[in-house]
């Protein structure tokens, strides 16, 4: 095991079961919300007209992105040690740095995401593909997406501080993942791998 890894469990190891069963809660929460977006979506997509398709996928994209456990509720560490805002004896700014330092593992994780966001958003542009293919594409994507999240939720209970930061990192990677770039801009693409970039140093 590297020192760093020996790092991570050290600080897993300080989170108490109070502010653990509280981040898992409120991950749950969010995958079960989106969860029922994803059906909407699912329904939905059958009747879209070719024109809307794009909108479409920019709605989901920025559903998915909206459901994602980035907040301070989905951070056991948060909880536990941002009551006063002053993140003393926390494990995840000892090893990747307090996430309000502009060169924090955190801060250029979520920089990178609202980037991402904010392209999704902007994006005016045409489908790159056919309609008959952006169809296949969302209609995969929702699915896959919906089972990521439904596995999150059944492997949550049983997870320890340390598999539910290594769970939230590998979701919000697979979840990235599963943006159906090929039906958005050229700068959504290159905004999804810097996203993805960022989260090898997430946990």
């Known amino acids: 095991m590297t020192d760093h890894a020996q790092e991570l469990e050290a600080a897993a190891r300080d989170i ?17 919300e989106y969860i029922r977006w994803a059906d909407l979506f699912s329904r939905r997509l059958e009747t879209v007209e070719a024109e809307k398709l794009h909108k479409f996928a920019r709605a989901f994209s920025l559903t998915l992105l909206g459901h994602l456990p980035t907040r301070p509720g989905t951070c056991p560490f948060c909880i536990q040690y941002d009551r006063d805002k002053s993140c003393t004896g926390c494990g995840y700014a000892a090893t990747h740095g307090r996430c309000d330092a502009e060169d924090s593992a955190f801060s250029l ?35 896959v997406s919906r089972d990521v999240a439904m596995r999150l939720q059944e492997e949550l209970p049983s997870a320890s501080a340390l598999r539910l930061m290594e769970l939230k990192a590998a979701y919000l990677d697979a979840m990235i993942w ?8 050229e700068e959504v693409r290159e905004k999804c791998l810097l996203v993805r970039r960022t989260l090898l140093n997430y946990w």
Request: glycine residues 6%; hydrophobic residues 45%; charged residues 20%.
């Open 178 to 185: 599963l943006i159906p770039g090929l039906l958005l801009s």
């Open 109 to 143: 994780f979520i920089e990178a995401f609202q980037e991402l966001g904010r392209a999704i958003y902007q994006d005016t542009g045409e489908l790159g593909c056919s309609p008959h293919d952006a169809r296949m594409h969302l209609n995969l994507f929702i699915k």
């Open 16 to 32: 108490d079961l109070e502010s653990l069963q509280a981040a898992k809660s409120a991950v749950a929460a969010s995958c079960q």
